[in-house]
């Protein structure tokens, strides 16, 4: 990780694409000045045309010193990975370079099994560049093999009906985008009787000095999990 002069940035963003989780990190987290870091080096340029800072590499096997950064962000990221296994690896690594917090978001997979008992599905969770169908829980269950003593878990956008354009009928194709019916064919409207998210979102707390207005700052948030006292709700 020799390409750029880590001690001028104060977050990292694993798996920054075109860059545009960078921006988040600063108009929402209020970072300083964050670098990217993506195993694909199309990715990579991307996010140096856009402007932002960004190096190829490998989250999952990272040699970073510790608490090089206030905060990392893997936003979107985890479900591109292979295995939980690497997924794990990825939390881990994003803990030991953090001093501060480390901020999770990405799709919600736990109601996989119910839309499907409904005749529905998401369409992102039949996107073949999803390999991992990361669930909220499973988040959960990774802090808790690892030991992270502060953290909370949230449910982003609570979804009322199948009537929301993120839900397709299962008979749609593959790598779809939002539901049209004269595209991918009518569907079931139904009232939906469980817990459904659009995403979700997770925030493992590493300190007490943190601006934790800032950090929560997210909008149409459900707590899901929750662990510790350091920040109370």
């Not at 932002?52 to 479900?79: M, Q, R």
């Not at 007490?208 to 929560?216: I, L, P």
Request: aromatic share 12%.
């Amino acid at each position: 990780m020799n390409d750029i002069d880590i001690t001028s940035f104060d977050f990292a963003d694993f798996g920054c694409s075109n860059g545009s989780s960078l921006q988040f990190g600063i108009k929402v987290l209020k970072g300083r000045k964050g670098f990217g870091i993506d195993i694909d080096p199309k990715k990579v340029a991307s996010a140096k045309a856009a402007g932002y800072d960004a190096i190829k590499g490998d989250f999952c096997n990272l040699d970073l010193p510790d608490g090089c950064v206030d905060f990392t962000i893997l936003s979107h990221t985890l479900e591109h990975l292979p295995t939980l296994d690497c997924a794990k690896e990825a939390i881990k690594n994003a803990i030991r370079i953090s001093r501060k917090f480390v901020f999770i978001r990405g799709p919600f997979f736990d109601a996989d099994d119910y839309l499907k008992g409904l005749g529905l599905k998401f369409y992102w969770s039949e996107w073949t560049g999803h390999t991992l169908h990361l669930k909220a829980e499973q988040v959960r269950n990774i802090l808790e093999d690892i030991n992270a003593p502060n953290y909370e878990i949230y449910g982003r956008f609570l979804l009322n009906s199948s009537i929301d354009a993120t839900i397709h009928p299962l008979s749609s194709l593959k790598n779809q985008h939002h539901w049209e019916l004269e595209k991918h064919g009518v569907k079931p409207i139904l009232t939906l009787s469980q817990p459904v998210y659009r995403e979700f979102c997770g925030i493992i707390w590493l300190a007490e000095n943190v601006s934790v207005c800032d950090v929560r700052n997210l909008s149409h948030k459900h707590l899901l999990y929750q662990k510790g006292t350091l920040y109370s709700l």
